[in-house]
């Protein structure tokens, strides 16, 4: 299994609050991403980074950012946390991009707000 | 943008019992991938396959690209093959940069 990990696995918090969720690597991937997974939408895509520092948009971005200084680490970080960011949040690593190559997924955070 | 569908929605079987699952996708592709997610909500790649056939034990799966659709095949199914399965593409764009888009999923449940 590829060497991924997220914390927290379990979150509650209130609207308006700040969160941040953490992705750590261990096999010095290039690609990594954020995905939230909801009921009647598969997963979607918030946003990857394809380097350190290197970071773009995904289909559904509005109300998140992220980090990425280290090759190893992809923050994943809301503001200011709403009630529809009630979520599943899978991070996923790749060596590169596309062609070839298989993107493997951490075991997820699970995010209430209230 | 690329619309990925996977059908049946819901599939219920009888442990022993063989079947089909397929994908179509709008456009053409890079990357399609295969995940079952567990019951336990953990997401296992299955499939590496943008084209052609491959199989994997019991688990086999085509890519028809020119048609744009591929299938997962799995027999003899086990009640650990409960879940979901996710078919994932990455869509033959020049700025692409790997992301994948999934469909809703197949949720099959294995009665034993």
């Known amino acids: 299994d590829a060497g991924i990990t997220q914390s927290p696995r379990h979150k509650v918090t209130e609207t308006g609050t700040p969160v941040t969720l953490r992705c750590h690597q261990t096999e010095n991937h290039r690609y990594m991403y954020w995905y939230r997974q909801d009921p009647g939408h598969g997963l979607r895509l918030i946003h990857y980074?394809?380097?350190?520092?290197?970071?773009d948009k995904g289909e559904v971005s509005d109300g998140y950012s992220v980090s990425r200084s280290k090759t190893e680490d992809f923050l994943l970080t809301l503001e200011s946390a709403t009630s529809s960011q009630t979520s599943v949040y899978f991070c996923?690593?790749?060596?590169?991009?596309?062609?070839?190559?298989?993107?493997?997924f951490g075991p997820g955070t699970r995010l209430l707000v209230l | 943008g690329i619309q990925v569908e996977q059908s049946p929605p819901d599939l219920i079987l009888q442990e022993g019992a063989n079947s089909t699952l397929r994908c179509n996708f709008s456009d053409s592709v890079n990357n399609l991938q295969w995940f079952h997610q567990n019951p336990w909500g953990q997401l296992i790649n299955l499939f590496y396959?943008?084209?052609g056939t491959k199989q994997n034990g019991r688990l086999s799966a085509t890519t028809v690209a020119t048609e744009r659709y591929s299938l997962l095949y799995i027999s003899s199914s086990q009640t650990t093959d409960s879940g979901v399965y996710f078919c994932a593409v990455d869509p033959n764009y020049g700025g692409s940069q790997g992301n994948l888009i999934f469909g809703k999923g197949t949720k099959l449940s294995v009665k034993p």
């Open positions: 980074s394809y380097g350190v520092k290197d970071t």
């Open positions: 996923a690593i790749s060596e590169s991009k596309g062609v070839r190559e298989t993107q493997y």
């Open positions: 396959i943008p084209s």
